[in-house]
T-cell receptor, first 115, second 114 residues
Framework: EPEVTQTPSHQVTQMGQEVILRCVPISNHLYFYWYRQILGQKVEFLVSFYNNEISEKSEIFDDQFSVERPDGSNFTLKIRSTKLEDSAMYFC?????????????FGSGTRLTVV | AQSVTQPDIHITVSEGASLELRCNYSYGATPYLFWYVQSPGQGLQLLLKYFSGDTLVQGIKGFEAEFKRSQSSFNLRKPSVHWSDAAEYFCAVGLSGNTGKLIFGQGTTLQVKP
């Protein structure tokens, strides 16, 4: 069964550093997403991406965050200057077909620890 | 605004007992509803989903859920719980429209007693 692949599984970074989280969505999917889950809390939507542009973003997704699909296969989330409160599990998801909620598949996540 | 409420933060059941996890949503249009399970330190695994049709939905691992429009609920059930079901369970609402955004509830932690 096709999978969404996220790398690395765990990343530790120093406060103020830039970090890039990588995702390889399912190959024929068209819609891409990032979510985050702070430890012990619910999963929160960050951003959706379609047709090479952001289609929706949450209030969490401020100027410190950006997303990119640099080469048609990867989908990245960049945090420019990490803060302690950015420590969380970050999930990538993708979906295909005409209705984006169909075939929604999550990756296994990247645990980001900011020290 | 759209929201998902899981009233029970923590539930403990004995192995072999039945289980029901509650989920209520607030959304003006017809919702797309999901249940996910998350084991400690792991990702989100889809248990089942409801888009339309039969309001009783069967999922993996013996779980089922029933959509009740009149109650704005989508409760998850399992007739006989196994120790391996201990995990965190998230209900989510998918919003119709182009973005496919999911809104998650706070989650319910299930503990299974031997």
């Amino acid at each position: 069964e096709p999978e969404v692949t996220q790398t690395p599984s765990h990343q530790v970074t120093q406060m103020g550093q830039e970090v890039i989280l990588r995702c390889v969505p399912i190959s024929n999917h068209l819609y891409f997403y990032w979510y985050r889950q702070i430890l012990g809390q619910k999963v929160e939507f960050l951003v959706s991406f379609y047709n090479n542009e952001i289609s929706e973003k949450s209030e969490i997704f401020d100027d410190q965050f950006s997303v990119e699909r640099p080469d048609g296969s990867n989908f990245t989330l960049k945090i420019r200057s990490t803060k302690l409160e950015d420590s969380a599990m970050y999930f990538c998801a993708s979906s295909g077909k005409d209705i984006p909620l169909y075939g929604y598949t999550f990756g296994s996540g990247t645990r980001l620890t900011v020290v | 605004a759209q929201s998902v409420t899981q009233p029970d933060i923590h539930i403990t059941v004995s192995e072999g007992a039945s289980l029901e996890l509650r989920c209520n949503y607030s959304y003006g249009a017809t919702p797309y509803l999901f249940w996910y399970v998350q084991s400690p330190g792991q990702g989100l695994q889809l248990l089942l989903k409801y888009f339309s049709g039969d309001t009783l939905v069967q999922g993996i691992k013996g779980f089922e859920a029933e959509f009740k429009r009149s109650q704005s609920s989508f409760n998850l059930r399992k007739p006989s719980v196994h120790w391996s079901d201990a995990a965190e369970y998230f209900c989510a609402v998918g919003l119709s429209g182009n973005t496919g955004k999911l809104i998650f509830g706070q989650g319910t932690t299930l503990q299974v007693k031997p």
